[in-house]
């Protein structure tokens, strides 16, 4: 599975990938990443890739032509997912990302700045609009690194362990339990004496009974549409 990232600022996604269990990804070659400067697809003497919108108003838009030229620059890019990190689109979650994971189709990421980019090259090129959340950034590097971090580790053996991405939160619509780890008592605290009995059931059973809890506790709103789904499965 290969990624691309389009962005006017390469060094940001640079130096995310090359660190971690990113970077071990790729340099196994279990995933491909490739990042492309919007920059350089620019046909303005001046480089620029910016223009002031015809609606008028403050700020700027990405022009169409260097965006246009450097999707097209990509081979096969017709057959890919082309991703735009937007507040218009859907919100991105657990799901969205074994969906893509699954799909295995490659993707490319448009990495937006300023007011955003013309609707012309959403209409054109754009797949899927994916939103990180109901607020805004300065640009798209961030969220398109989000949805590669997040699809890329559930992908076989990226993180080693299969099992480190299915007993974790989200999975089954839940919050991940507590996890403790040495020293047992630490400042007087004490590991849950349960997690120490060696009773695989019992403590499977504390599992799923503390990971409902603390989800209704901090995300009342998962915790709705687990009981939810609950019922319908009934």
Wanted: aromatic share 10%.
């Amino acid at each position: 599975m290969k990624f691309y990232f389009l962005t006017l600022f390469p060094e940001v996604i640079n130096s995310y990938l090359d660190h971690g269990i990113i970077k071990r990804a790729i340099d196994s070659g279990k995933v491909e990443a490739e990042v492309i400067n919007i920059r350089d697809f620019s046909k303005d003497k001046h480089k620029r890739v910016d223009d002031y919108p015809f609606s008028g108003g403050p700020g700027m838009l990405m022009t169409p032509q260097p965006l246009a030229d450097s999707i097209r620059s990509i081979p096969g890019w017709e057959k890919m997912e082309v991703i735009y990190p937007s507040p218009a689109g859907e919100p991105f979650n657990q799901v969205t990302a074994k969906n893509f994971a699954e799909n295995n189709k490659d993707i490319i990421f448009i990495c937006g700045h300023y007011e955003g980019i013309d609707q012309r090259i959403i209409d054109t090129f754009v797949t899927k609009e994916v939103s990180l959340g109901d607020f805004v950034l300065t640009g798209g590097e961030l969220p398109a690194l989000s949805f590669f971090d997040s699809i890329i580790r559930l992908k076989p053996g990226i993180l080693g362990n299969n099992e480190s991405s299915e007993d974790e939160s989200f999975n089954e619509g839940l919050l991940e339990y507590p996890q403790f780890t040495r020293p047992q008592n630490f400042e007087g605290m004490e590991v849950p004496e349960i997690l120490l009995s060696g009773d695989h059931k019992r403590i499977k059973d504390w599992k799923v009974k503390e990971s409902i809890k603390r989800t209704k506790l901090k995300r009342p709103d998962l915790y709705r549409k687990y009981k939810e789904g609950e019922i319908e499965n009934e």
